[in-house]
């Protein structure tokens, strides 16, 4: 497996993984599937940016990814990002969310990022975990902020300071 930058023909799997683990579950508050046409349209934003998009190729076949963008459009918070991961269900457990986010935050540090928040539904411990085992602190939770599949949902912020906490994430 490697670990490289998103291209275009990657856009169905793209679509594909976030349809199925985050638009599907709690994961992500989308409430309707994305299109290729949408996740071409985030990875052309991303690109546009100079954010990166990561994938698992394992074999030509992308298992999972790994993303940042911006945390809030206001110039103040232009040294923090606001990522996504994703590896796909059969996939999980083989540390491949580790691989991608060691690139990750390897990249925002070599962009002299200072801060990456993980914005993380309140009832996925699992995620919570993986993201503190990186090194990422919960520092709030905000009570019933969204609402997906008829019912409220609290979501946590994690944050990992980038320039303080030189993590080295291993399997």
Do not use: C
């Amino acid at each position: 497996m490697i670990i490289r930058a998103a291209r275009a023909d990657d856009v169905n799997a793209l679509t594909s993984l976030y349809n199925d683990l985050g638009v599907a579950t709690t994961a992500s508050y989308d409430l309707h599937p994305v299109t290729a046409d949408d996740r071409r349209a985030w990875l052309d934003d991303h690109a546009a940016h100079g954010w990166p998009v990561l994938v698992a190729d394992d074999g030509g076949q992308v298992v999972g990814y790994a993303a940042y963008g911006a945390f809030r459009p206001k110039a103040g918070y232009g040294f923090t990002v606001e990522h996504t991961v994703y590896v796909a269900a059969a996939r999980q457990g083989e540390h491949i969310g580790t691989a991608l986010m060691a690139e990750l935050m390897g990249v925002a540090r070599s962009h002299h990022l200072h801060a990456m928040v993980g914005v993380v539904d309140a009832e996925n411990t699992a995620s919570a975990g993986f993201h503190e085992r990186l090194g990422f602190k919960v520092v709030g939770t905000l009570p019933q902020v969204g609402r997906k599949f008829g019912r409220w949902l609290d979501v946590e912020f994690l944050v990992l300071l980038l320039d303080e906490s030189p993590v080295t994430p291993t399997p």
